[in-house]
């Protein structure tokens, strides 16, 4: 089955550090990937969506100076947080897409997340 | 623009009762549909989705799901909660065109099982 590798699971920085989380396609090519920020007893809120080999498209609202995507290839896509703070805090799951049989019916996979916390 | 609501942010059923996790989406279109599980501090897991076909699917764990079109709901059940049932739950749609589409969560719902 498909996979979605995440690491790290957990990060601890300082305020006004950067920290890159990566999210890689196991066993599949993964065109698309999608970022999302969940905060505690929240649903998921999408963040940008990174197509492999052109600029992330960011949802409205989303900092793209301040969360920076990288899709360099068909199994990596990178989220770095940009100088750091408090408020950044939160878990951060990245979901990757195949297709099926030409269609995306549904090939989602998502990684197992990331528990940022800023101090 | 899609939007799912889940009706209940918590439900509580005893062990061995019926699960009974409401979701509704509002889509110009039918959309796919999916049923996704998450226990704390991990990602998501896929429990089941409707893309086309059957209206009734049926996923892992015992879980199934009916896509009715005309309530534009996508309901999951379980016949017989089992205590490692307890988790939370989100319902999601995503488009239906050309390349990836976005999933639009709903607000989750927290499963909790009773002894």
């Known amino acids: 089955g498909a996979v979605v590798s995440q690491h790290p699971s957990w990060v601890i920085c300082k305020s006004g550090t950067s920290v890159k989380i990566e999210c890689r396609s196991l066993?599949?090519?993964?065109?698309?990937m999608f970022w999302y920020r969940q905060f505690p007893k929240q649903s998921l809120m999408l963040m940008a969506t990174s197509n492999e080999g052109s600029k992330a498209t960011y949802e409205q609202g989303v900092e793209k100076d301040k969360f920076l995507i990288n899709h360099a290839s068909l199994t990596l896509s990178t989220l770095t947080v940009t100088s750091a703070h408090p408020e950044d805090s939160s878990f951060y799951i990245c979901s990757a897409s195949r297709p099926a049989g030409g269609t995306y019916r549904g090939g989602y996979t998502f990684g197992s997340g990331t528990r940022l916390t800023v101090v | 623009a899609q939007s799912v609501t889940q009706l209940g942010s918590h439900v509580s059923v005893s062990e061995g009762a019926l699960v009974l996790l409401r979701c509704n989406y509002s889509s110009s279109v039918p959309p796919y549909l999916f049923w996704y599980v998450q226990y704390p501090n991990q990602g998501l897991q896929l429990l089941l989705k409707?893309?086309?076909?059957?209206?009734l699917v049926k996923g892992i764990n015992g879980f199934e799901a009916e896509f009715k079109k005309s309530e534009t709901s996508f309901h999951l059940t379980k016949p017989s909660a089992h205590m490692s049932d307890a988790a939370e739950y989100f319902c999601a749609v995503s488009e239906i065109g050309q390349g990836a589409q976005k999933l639009v969560f709903g607000q989750g719902t927290r499963l909790t099982i009773n002894p």
């Open positions: 066993d599949f090519q993964a065109t698309t």
């Open positions: 409707y893309t086309t076909g059957a209206t």
